[in-house]
């Protein structure tokens, strides 16, 4: 059974590790994340983002297919079905769906409409029982038009939407989705202490995990991120296990072809990730 992500981000905050959001793109990559999770006795959140959801059918489609496998697969961790970077209108979409969980990303709004659609998105969700995660952060840091520093947020203005009520903050401290460019400054650690200081016990979540030296993502969770979220990475190794398969001929040997051998190695691929990512944010025997 789905449950909302609240409860195993306290644990983590003051366990001082890291939940690990694994975004999901298909029943392969589901599969993976919650064997895994099971086979390391840790818990997870299943990130889907809207146009993850589109892909999959809507988020009715997922739904059914993730609470399918928990039961089938006899999944005992906690798993937590988390909607990332909800747009106002998806995130109520989301909340009929049975997700267990809902990012609202209104980091685009002015900081007063941000407020006030957060806590209209608190009230439904809450109701509900899903946990609620919101965004503060602005782009900082360009130089000749490529942005190194990535996102850093205003301290008050998280303490302003922490105050809300929602379970869980996403602040940006220098971090960006995707692949980080060579001029990257690093994670901004003065700043996420003082909106650590100022939100405390509120778990903080760190967005763009995906080619954060290990060293910072340690320093991180020490600073009180207990919310890290990978995609990239995993989208990366299952292209790369993908392409050495057909590389070798091997969808050309036997029934190599069947989708079922030619995606196994992907598959295999994204469990060796999420295993290493788990290790890394200390939540193996957790659950």
Known sequence: MLVSAKEMLIKAKEGKYAVGQFNINNLEWTKSILQTAQELNSPVILGVSEGAGKY??????????????LEEMGITVPVALHLDHGSYEHAFKVIEAGFSSVMFDGSHYDINENIEKTKEIIKIAHEKGLSVEAEVGSIGGEEDGVIGGGEVADVNECKMIADLGVDML???IGNIHGKYPANWQGL??????????????????????????????????????????????CQLSFADATRKYIEAGKDLEGKGFDPRKLLAPGAEAIKATVKEKMELFGSVNKA
Not at 56 to 69: A, E, P, R, S
């Open 170 to 172: 996403a602040a940006g």
């Open 188 to 233: 901004r650690f003065d700043v996420l202490e003082k909106i650590s200081e100022a939100t405390n016990p509120m778990p903080l979540v760190l967005h763009g995990g995906t080619g954060i030296p290990a060293d910072m993502i340690k320093k991180a969770i020490s600073l009180g991120v207990s919310k890290i979220n990978v995609n990239t990475e």
């Open 56 to 69: 999959m059918c809507g988020y009715k489609t997922v739904v059914g297919m993730v609470n399918g496998m």
